[in-house]
C-alpha cells in the first residue's frame, strides 16, 4: 500500500503514468477471486485491473493447479464489469482496443488451460524473441527452445534466428508441440491472427466509448 501511494503520488505529477493492478490467480487465491476484485474497486487511484495466470517455474508446484472454470468465471467477472463501465481502463489512445484484446485473451486462456494444449496458432519466434545475457536466443520465456547463440553468428540475431536450430525450433512450434498461456504472447497471437478478429471486434463494440471517469 505504501508504493501504491507513492505511485498515486508520481501519477498526479506525471498525466502520461497510468497505476494499474495485476492479480496473478493460483491454488491459494483462485477462491476469493471475488473478494479480490472488491477489494481493488475500493482502491483510488487505480487506473485499470487485469488478471494473469500463474506459470513457468514455481516453487511450490501446488500452487499452479488452478481450475479453469474458476479462472474463466474471473475473468468473465472481469468482462462484465468493463461491459458495464463499473471496471475502469487505461486512458491511452486505443485502450478500448486493448481491453477487448484482454477480455479475449483471458477466454483463450481459460480454454488452453482447460485442453492443456493450443488454442491459437502461436507466433513465438517470429514476432516475439528473447536474448538472455549470455546471447542465447530464444523464442519466448520458457528457454527450453534454444534458436542458438548470436556469439555464433557475428552477433546478428536474424542470422541465429534463421540457422538451422533455429528452423527446427519453429517448425515445432508451428506443428503445436508445445503450449503456455503467456499474456504478452497471447496479445501478438490474438492480434496477428485474422481468426481472432470477429470475437475481437464483437468485445470491442460491447465496451463502452468512454473510460469510467
Not at 39 to 45: D, I, P, R, T
Not at 60 to 73: C, E, I, S, T
Not at 168 to 181: D, N, Y
Request: net charge positive.
Amino acid at each position: 500500500m505504501e508504493s501504491l501511494g507513492l505511485l498515486r503520488e508520481l501519477a498526479a505529477r506525471e498525466p502520461r503514468l497510468e497505476v494499474g493492478v495485476n492479480t496473478v490467480m493460483c491454488a491459494a487465491n483462485q477462491g476469493v477471486a471475488a473478494e479480490v476484485f472488491a477489494e481493488v474497486s475500493h482502491l483510488e487511484g487505480i487506473d485499470t485491473h487485469t488478471l494473469s495466470l500463474v506459470r513457468g517455474a514455481i516453487p511450490d508446484p501446488a500452487l499452479g493447479v488452478v481450475d479453469p472454470g474458476r479462472y474463466l468465471a474471473a475473468a468473465e467477472a472481469l468482462a462484465r464489469a468493463l461491459r458495464q463501465g463499473s471496471q475502469p481502463r487505461y486512458r491511452f489512445l486505443g485502450a478500448r482496443l486493448k481491453a477487448a484484446q484482454d477480455v479475449l485473451q483471458r477466454r483463450i486462456i481459460a480454454e488452453t488451460l482447460r485442453r492443456q494444449g493450443r488454442v491459437i496458432p502461436c507466433h513465438a519466434g517470429r514476432l516475439n524473441l528473447v536474448l538472455d545475457e549470455r546471447g542465447e536466443l530464444y523464442p519466448c520465456e520458457e528457454f527450453s527452445l534454444r534458436l542458438g547463440n548470436v556469439r555464433d553468428h557475428d552477433f546478428n540475431v536474424q542470422a541465429t534466428a534463421r540457422s538451422a536450430q533455429a528452423r527446427a525450433v519453429l517448425a515445432s512450434i508451428a506443428r503445436g508441440e508445445c503450449w503456455c498461456t503467456h499474456e504478452c504472447y497471447m496479445m501478438t497471437n490474438i492480434l496477428f491472427s485474422l481468426r481472432c478478429y470477429p470475437a475481437l471486434l464483437a468485445e470491442y463494440l460491447r465496451l463502452p466509448r468512454r473510460n469510467r471517469g
